[in-house]
T-cell receptor, first 113, second 113 residues
Framework: AQSVTQLGSHVSVSEGALVLLRCNYS??????LFWYVQYPNQGLQLLLK??????LVKGINGFEAEFKKSETSFHLTKPSAHMSDAAEYFC???????????FGKGTMLLVSP | DAGVIQSPRHEVTEMGQEVTLRCKPI?????LFWYRQTMMRGLELLIY????????DSGMPEDRFSAKMPNASFSTLKIQPSEPRDSAVYFC???????????FGEGSWLTVV
């Protein structure tokens, strides 16, 4: 069984500030981990993913995430927020033997000037 | 490159009517997924096809819902009869690697009144 917990349904930051969106997972197999972003009235777009190898993963738009097995975490970060980053972010887990993603509830990122 | 194409983008229908949502996956992808997104329940997997064969339909809410994939380039999700609680955004997604990386369509916004 797999599950994802995203801490905080809403996160507010100022433009230029650090973005940190938290994701913890549970998986009975080595996990594959994903972050997706959803802009208003649009579908989900893949930001980055971890399957195997390097635990620090870089994605699009300056985002990165680090897989920490000991903490069962895959937090998403960006050094400096931009107004255009305002969107909903979803963490998801899959894994070898699983062909489907289990999504978290999502975190809405609000960016103020 | 064309992404996952869904139609209609928006549909408003009366309770009891049949609703058919359509999806064209990305060419060459071997897996197709239907997800439903609501405020209350977040993103839920409804059904998953691999090589046009339904693999997991445990997420289909009830017999009113049915999905088909007659060929590799087309899938439908049908609701008959529709009910107001079916109002949601329905996403189709496809994958080239059996779910390792999933690409989403823009979604079909369904309102049942």
């Amino acid at each position: 069984a797999q599950s994802v917990t995203q801490l905080g349904s809403h996160v507010s930051v100022s433009e230029g500030a650090l973005v940190l969106l938290r994701c913890n997972y549970s998986s009975s197999v080595p996990p594959y981990l994903f972050w997706y972003v959803q802009y208003p009235n649009q579908g989900l777009q893949l930001l980055l993913k971890y399957t195997t190898g390097a635990t620090l993963v870089k994605g699009i738009n300056g985002f990165e995430a680090e897989f920490k097995k000991s903490e069962t975490s895959f937090h998403l970060t960006k050094p400096s927020a931009h107004m255009s980053d305002a969107a909903e972010y979803f963490c998801a887990v899959s894994g070898e033997g699983y062909s489907t993603l289990t999504f978290g509830k999502g975190t809405m990122l609000l960016v103020s000037p | 490159d064309a992404g996952v194409i869904q139609s209609p983008r928006h549909e408003v229908t009366e309770m009891g009517q049949e609703v058919t949502l359509r999806c064209k996956p990305i060419s060459g992808h071997n897996s197709l997924f239907w997800y439903r997104q609501t405020m209350m329940r977040g993103l839920e997997l409804l059904i998953y096809f691999n090589n046009n064969v339904p693999i997991d339909d445990s997420g289909m809410p009830e017999d009113r819902f049915s999905a088909k994939m007659p060929n590799a380039s087309f899938s439908t999700l049908k609701i008959q009869p529709s009910e107001p609680r079916d109002s949601a955004v329905y996403f189709c997604a496809s994958s080239p690697d059996s779910g390792n990386t999933i690409y989403f369509g823009e979604g079909s916004w369904l309102t049942v009144v």
